[in-house]
């Protein structure tokens, strides 16, 4: 069974950067895209970042695009979000989430259901 456990959130100012990390265990990470959601309340859960396979692509939602940054590292199984120039809009639970699809590239990937496994999710806070 994955597992998959973000760290990394926290209260942050406007204009702040925050780095989140995922770990993945129990199965199998090096040959899945990955990718990083985020769900504020009373909205639904939306695609920020996602990465392929090898880490060789990487895409980006229009609203943190030139702000966020998404790495893994395949060795130790690990996904990350740099998050800089940080606004009071990017508030919201964050969730690192495991695609259905290997050795693919992630590209067009921007829906939850194609993704099978998620963590239990990471709090940010932006003040203003």
């Known amino acids: 069974q994955v597992q998959l456990v973000e760290s990394g959130g926290g209260l942050v100012q406007a204009g702040g950067s925050l780095r989140l990390s995922c770990a993945a265990s129990g199965g199998t990470f090096s040959t899945y895209h990955m990718a990083w959601f985020r769900q504020a309340p009373g909205k639904e859960r939306e695609f920020v970042a996602g990465i392929s396979w090898s880490g060789g692509s990487t895409y980006y939602a229009d609203s943190v695009k030139g702000r966020f940054t998404i790495s893994r590292d395949n060795a130790k199984n690990t996904v990350a979000l740099q998050m800089n120039t940080l606004k009071p809009e990017d508030t919201a639970v964050y969730y690192c989430?495991?695609?259905?699809?290997?050795?693919?590239?992630?590209?067009?990937?921007?829906?939850?259901?194609?993704?099978?496994?998620w963590g239990q999710g990471t709090q940010v806070t932006v003040s203003s």
């Open positions: 989430a495991r695609g259905r699809r290997t050795f693919y590239s992630g590209r067009g990937a921007y829906f939850p259901n194609e993704y099978d496994y």
